[in-house]
């Protein structure tokens, strides 16, 4: 069903920010496999999220629904994972179908894996192969893509490996593969991404050592063979659905937008560092911290934005923020470029081609390149009036409704389901900072 944004004179108020999806996958998955019952609050419950407990549960893991973000999980211990009963259905998470492929492989259980159309179209073979390394084994078709079988395996080699990608699924993967080998597994990498996998299994008593090297890898070792013990933890608030609310507030003519409870974490802070270089205001003031995050809370205010090329180090810490980043492009007066970012193309949906088909059909000069793009900005609201494509992907339909509440006319999306997979309650946190969103 299509969904119209509106624009609107001005956006204020204040919003909690949403427990952060990448921790909460993290925090059903490591409570699952621990010894005794955590108590988990905040978690995000989003399809993402839901359908990773949905497979812990499925696994063996007891995990209870509190309500208001509290789940109870205890996890099966030195019992191990079971095989489950039926197929695992990761809907449209990468991160869930990936982080749960590693956690699954070093049991010796049979799991069959499915997912959404775009899933199903992402590539599989960066866990594969590693994971084949380490002795597990996959059916599958020959494209590497799910659905697969996996046949874990209780021997698993340790491996010593260096992605090929920037992936912190990957990294992740490996990681929780090697906590069931037999010895140690380290993954290197170039340019560093997302640690929340280290730093929440410290948080649960594993012993992991990371090494920043020369100032250009980073090394992780896990010794295999390490139990984790269940922990009381509170789930921080999401930066990269904050990066919506913030956008929100600086391309606003008046009015501005405060984000409580978000996490500070400097593999996560691309877009913001990325928005203040071209002239973004936005103000943190520190909270404290959650499950060993600082947490911050962000003040935005409608900002004059400058075009930038956005420094390629800065990737893998926005790198779900590119489509939210083109539309500050689009509103920002001069150039903006991306590039190093071709990992784009292999998420919910090519979001190089989406982005670049966004700005188009709203009146917005842009040119594609195979790892990134470049936006000739308005230099103020750009035209708007187009329906945007969202192929399915979340942040394509999100990035366009906030296009809409400051461009010159509205702006509409063919779908807007999806935005349950990681922000369920966006419409309604839209709707109170004075958004004009509507079905049609
Ligand atoms: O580990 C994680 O939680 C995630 C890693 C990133 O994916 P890649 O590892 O494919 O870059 C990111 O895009 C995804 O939203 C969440
Ligand atoms: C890429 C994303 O998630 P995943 O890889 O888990 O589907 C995202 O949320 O933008």
Not at 105 to 114: K, S
């Amino acid at each position: 069903m299509a969904w119209t944004s509106f624009p609107v004179s001005k956006l204020q108020g204040a919003i909690r920010a949403p427990g952060d999806k990448s921790c909460s996958h993290r925090a059903l998955m490591f409570a699952g496999i621990a010894e005794g019952t955590s108590d988990i609050s905040g978690l995000l419950e989003g399809e993402d999220v839901i359908n990773t407990a949905k497979a812990m549960a499925a696994l063996g893991a007891e995990t209870e629904q509190k309500g208001g973000g509290r789940w109870t999980v205890k996890g099966v211990g030195k019992a191990g994972l079971t095989s489950p009963a039926s197929a695992l259905d990761f809907g449209n998470s990468g991160t869930g179908s990936r982080l749960m492929l590693g956690l699954m492989a070093g049991y010796p259980l049979e799991a069959r894996l499915v997912g959404d159309a775009s899933l199903s179209r992402r590539p599989m073979n960066r866990v594969i192969k590693p994971l084949e390394q380490m002795g597990a084994r996959f059916d599958h078709d020959g494209r590497g893509m799910l659905p697969l079988t996996l046949h874990g395996s209780a021997s698993l080699n340790p491996i010593d490996y260096v992605p090929e990608h920037a992936s912190a699924q990957v990294k992740s993967c490996v990681l929780l593969a090697g906590l069931n080998a037999q010895g140690t597994t380290r993954v290197t990498e170039h340019r560093p991404t997302r640690d929340h996998t280290e730093k929440m299994l410290r948080g649960f008593g594993v012993d992991l050592d990371v090494v920043n090297a020369d100032g250009t890898r980073s090394v992780v070792s896990i010794e295999g063979g390490q139990t984790l013990q269940a922990v009381d933890t509170q789930i921080p608030g999401d930066p990269s659905s904050a990066a919506f609310l913030i956008a929100a507030g600086l391309i606003s003519p008046a009015g501005g937008v405060m984000v409580e409870g978000v996490m500070s974490n400097e593999t996560r802070d691309g877009f913001f560092r990325a928005a203040a270089m071209m002239g973004a205001d936005i103000g943190a003031e520190e909270l404290g911290d959650a499950a060993g995050e600082r947490l911050i809370d962000m003040q935005a205010v409608g900002s004059g934005l400058k075009g930038r090329a956005i420094p390629t180090d800065l990737v893998p810490a926005m790198i779900d923020e590119f489509p939210i980043l083109a539309v500050l492009a689009a509103f920002a007066e001069g150039e903006t470029r991306v590039s190093g970012a071709h990992e784009l193309r292999v998420k919910e949906s090519d979001r190089i081609a989406a982005v670049v088909a966004m700005l188009r059909v709203n009146g917005v000069e842009v040119e594609e390149h195979e790892d990134g793009f470049t936006v000739q900005g308005c230099g103020g609201p750009p035209p708007g009036g187009g329906l945007v494509e969202t192929h399915h992907d979340h942040r394509i339909a999100m990035s366009a409704l906030i296009m809409g509440t400051a461009s010159q006319k509205p702006v509409s999306i063919d779908d807007a389901a999806m935005i349950a997979t990681s922000y369920p309650d966006f419409m309604a946190h839209m709707a109170s900072l004075g958004a004009d969103i509507r079905n049609a």
